[in-house]
């Protein structure tokens, strides 16, 4: 089993920038399809972005698209998560997870995950 765990989140101002990482530990995570996902209060946990285990095939949910950039160090067991342009909406948890399907995008479809890490975004 893969232990995952992100660090990152923060507080910023609209229009700024975080950068957020997930490390694996346990096993690498090279053969793992990433993606990392965001829960807010009151709302379901919803897709952000995904990228296959090379980093040569990424996805985007259509909110983040533009604005957001995932990315991978397979030598470093760590998933990246580049925001720029940050709303007021970018508000939430955001979770890291490991899975095996190339084209998952729903949280049933992983089958480990982080902890979270608090993303606030002042307007």
């Known amino acids: 089993q893969v232990q995952l765990v992100e660090s990152g989140g923060g507080l910023v101002q609209a229009g700024g920038s975080l950068r957020l990482s997930c490390t694996a530990s346990?096993?690498?995570?090279?053969?793992?399809?990433m993606a990392w996902f965001r829960q807010a209060p009151g709302k379901e946990r919803e897709f952000v972005a995904r990228?296959?285990?090379?980093?040569?095939?990424?996805f985007y949910a259509d909110s983040v698209k533009g604005r957001f950039t995932i990315s991978r160090d397979n030598a470093k067991n760590t998933v990246y998560l580049q925001m720029n342009s940050l709303k007021p909406e970018d508000t939430a948890v955001y979770y890291c997870a490991g899975g095996s399907w190339v084209w998952a995008y729903s949280p049933p479809d992983f089958g480990s995950w982080g902890q979270g890490t608090q993303v606030t975004v002042s307007s």
């Open positions: 990228i296959n285990q090379s980093g040569s095939n990424t």
């Open positions: 346990g096993r690498p995570s090279s053969n793992l399809v």
